[in-house]
């Protein structure tokens, strides 16, 4: 108690009111970003069409189950910058329609009023408001008015009322230290977790409950007035920590009611339920040590969530809990052993429906809550992302795959999935098509190991092929049929790539074993599964093994230094973005240290049997003598996860070794590379990197095998 009132006086809580409010009429501020107009050449892939195609997002059925909303987002490379505008279509696809046309971007877009209006944040100026207009896209009125303005919203079931994200000060400035230095900008911290991700942590989100009655929000409240706890979590938390009661009555929120180190060590996260009339809040988690996120209720009240075990370990089973109105609490997948991303109730609420990793696709399953009978309800060689219900049996969902982005989808139980929207099929038709294989490797332990293929365009297995090793990040996270902007399979294979993704261990989709295997064995069983997959494909007469790079970021980075000093020749180049190169070094920059303590066994300075593995067999540094091959580096000066002198430290230790060695630092990016210009750039300088070490011009890598490592 005595931590959170010394808190409390650091804390300044948002304004309700803004000294100046926004309009109701859209003011253009610069050119409207929308489709642009690219031609393809020959087929090809480029980076530049890569950034030319729409990215769709956020679904949501009408009340009536007659119309989709959705999202599409467009990047300008010339604005170096995107722009989200909504769309309508009717549940079959049909007449789809673009209902906004603006400079800024309309996000977390939802039906009000039985369908008639529509309700979103838009950023005007500086601040971010929550809006509502006719479901046409005409009548815009700003309905809030918050200094820190609106990160997103959550309306109740009665859509009386509303919670709304927005950020107060955490901590004190400068000038809070020393009030006479107006211009003084130094950071005074005297506990953990003051940066994360990509950003110094100056504010935190809160929710605020407040009154609606469809055209203003008003008697705003803050729900953790004066507390220096954060909901929704940083760095990830969104709209879906928040759920209401059917009621109208109460609201559930996720947080973690921890500060500085005892945050920076926990993810023993809780669900909260705050009660409007009286502000009386229950923990309805309590003793339960992990995550707790996503809480869903159903409409008689039964509330549903995904709860982890173990406190400390963020890469825990996703387990779905329930709690019925009686307060029993159930864990429903005791008896599932994957990983679970998102659940729904369904409307008759017999089901949950879910998205979950496995076996290297991410399909939709759903259980029946009585009994706990899982049935698959889509899958196939897609990931679907996202869920909603158009009626009683139908949803409506994303999917993609390597060779396409996500577009609109409806499914049923026992009928093939339809695709609804056609944002990019204009484009995506003029490109010459890759070839998806899934292959069964078998692992030095005797497991069979899923890894993804992709074959170029116009593939002879007559020819030789140079090939890429893609190593995960996370460390776990899946290799499913994921589509990415940067990490994009298919514009690998389309510069004429073989690209070999190894579903490797620790990573989630293959059990819970299979994915915990990885923590405190950074350097182990996984390195292995990487080399087994190499060598199994150097096998077939396709590929040209003098010519094979070993790719990736974060972790997959973290691989990509370590596969340098151990890949016995294997490899002809290298490359890594955001990798980590010192675990020493990684364990006293980084901030979530919940992570390294759990991945490496905890400081380098504890000598237990896991971190002397850690820090010894598993750590890149230590094994800098035996680099032989050309390698490149890329990282953004403003990633605080995985800090850029991670880049710097490898860069320097491959000039001094003589190597052919390059390094690209984006000093606006973070952990990612998120600009348009940035990323065709990355991209150009990817390609040219393994196309100069690669390609058959390229001379083999046939220097002497690597010494011995010197590691006991």
Same mark, same amino acid.
């Given at each position: ?148 303005? &609106? ?5 109740? $079931? /009665?859509? +009386? ?7 107060? %000060?955490? *901590? !004190? ?65 969104? &709209? ?5 009661? $059917? /009621?109208? +009555? ?7 009611? %921890?500060? *500085? !180190? ?451």
């Amino acid at each position: 108690m005595k931590l959170i009132k010394t808190f409390a006086i650091m804390l300044s809580t948002v304004a309700l009111l803004s000294s100046s409010t926004c309009s109701d009429i859209v003011e253009q501020q610069g050119p409207i970003i929308g489709k642009p107009d690219v031609k393809v050449e020959n087929g090809q892939f480029t980076p530049e069409l890569l950034n030319s195609l729409g990215r769709v997002s956020g679904p949501t059925v009408s009340p009536d189950g007659r119309k989709i909303l959705y999202g599409v987002t467009y990047q300008d490379i010339e604005q170096n910058k995107g722009n989200r505008e909504l769309w309508v279509m009717d549940v079959d696809g049909q007449n789809a329609t673009q209902i906004t046309k603006t400079p800024s971007s309309e996000n977390n877009a939802v039906w009000i009023e039985g369908g008639r209006r529509i309700a979103f944040v838009y950023k005007e100026g500086d601040v971010t408001q929550m809006w509502v207009m006719n479901a046409d896209g005409s009548g815009r009125k700003c309905v809030t008015a918050l200094e820190n303005g &609106v990160d997103g919203f959550v309306l109740s $079931p /009665d859509e +009386k009322h509303v919670v709304l994200i927005s950020q107060v %000060k955490y *901590g !004190k400035n400068a000038q809070d230290h020393h009030p006479d230095l107006k211009k003084a900008n130094a950071r005074i911290i005297d506990d953990l977790m003051y940066k994360h991700w990509d950003e110094w942590v100056e504010t935190i989100p809160h929710p605020f409950v407040a009154d609606f009655d469809g055209s203003q929000v008003t008697n705003v409240k803050d729900v953790l007035e004066g507390e220096p706890f954060e909901s929704p979590m940083k760095p990830w938390g969104d &709209v879906e920590s928040l759920a209401w009661t $059917p /009621d109208s +009555k109460s609201l559930i929120y996720v947080c973690r009611k %921890k500060v *500085g !180190k005892e945050y920076a060590i926990s993810t023993n996260s809780d669900l909260f339920r705050y009660e409007l009339a009286t502000g009386k809040t229950e923990n309805l988690t309590e003793g339960m040590m992990g995550y707790d996120t996503y809480p869903i209720v159903s409409k008689s009240g039964r509330l549903a969530w995904l709860s982890m075990e173990h406190d400390g370990y963020e890469a825990d089973k996703n387990r779905i809990f329930l709690m019925d109105t009686n307060g029993e609490k159930k864990d429903l997948t005791a008896n599932w052993d994957y990983s679970v991303d998102a659940i729904v109730w369904s409307p008759d609420e017999q089901f949950i429906y879910f998205i979950c990793p496995f076996q290297g696709t991410q399909p939709i399953f759903r259980m029946e809550v009585a009994t706990q009978k899982v049935d698959t309800i889509a899958s196939g060689t897609f990931d679907y992302d996202g869920l909603a219900f158009a009626g009683p049996d139908t949803l409506v969902t994303m999917r993609h795959n390597y060779a396409m982005p996500n577009e609109v989808f409806s499914v049923k139980a026992g009928e093939q999935p339809k695709q609804l929207s056609h944002v990019n099929d204009d484009l995506l038709a003029q490109l010459d098509s890759i070839t998806i294989e899934r292959r069964l490797v078998r692992t030095t332990d005797g497991k069979d190991m899923v890894t993804w293929v992709v074959l170029p365009p116009h593939f002879d297995p007559a020819k030789k092929y140079p090939a890429i090793l893609f190593c995960e990040g996370g460390p776990q996270s899946p290799v499913s049929q994921f589509w990415s902007y940067r990490w994009n399979f298919r514009i690998m294979a389309a510069n004429g790539y073989v690209v070999i993704a190894p579903n490797r261990r620790g990573l989630p989709g293959f059990g819970t074993e299979w994915n915990a295997q990885i923590s405190g064995d950074y350097g182990g069983q996984n390195m292995k599964d990487y080399m087994s997959a190499v060598d199994d494909m150097k096998r077939e007469p396709y590929i040209d093994g003098d010519h094979i790079g070993a790719v990736g970021a974060s972790y997959g980075g973290y691989s990509v230094y370590w596969l340098a000093g151990n890949h016995e020749n294997r490899f002809a180049c290298f490359l890594a973005h955001a990798g980590i190169f010192n675990l020493e070094a990684q364990y006293l920059e980084t901030e979530e240290m919940w992570f390294v303590n759990w991945d490496l066994g905890g400081p380098f300075w504890e000598k237990n049997a896991t971190t002397m593995k850690s820090y010894t067999v598993a750590n890149p540094k230590n094994y800098v003598q035996n680099w032989n091959r050309p390698i490149m580096v890329t990282a953004g000066e403003k990633d605080y996860r995985i800090v850029f002198t991670q880049a710097t430290q490898a860069f320097n230790a491959a000039k001094l070794m003589g190597l052919d060695a390059r390094m690209v630092l984006f000093p606006e990016e973070n952990h990612w590379i998120l600009k348009p210009q940035n990323s065709i750039l990355w991209q150009r300088e990817f390609f040219g990197w393994l196309d100069r070490w690669l390609k058959p011009q390229a001379a083999p890598a046939t220097e002497g095998s690597a010494p011995a490592d010197s590691v006991k």
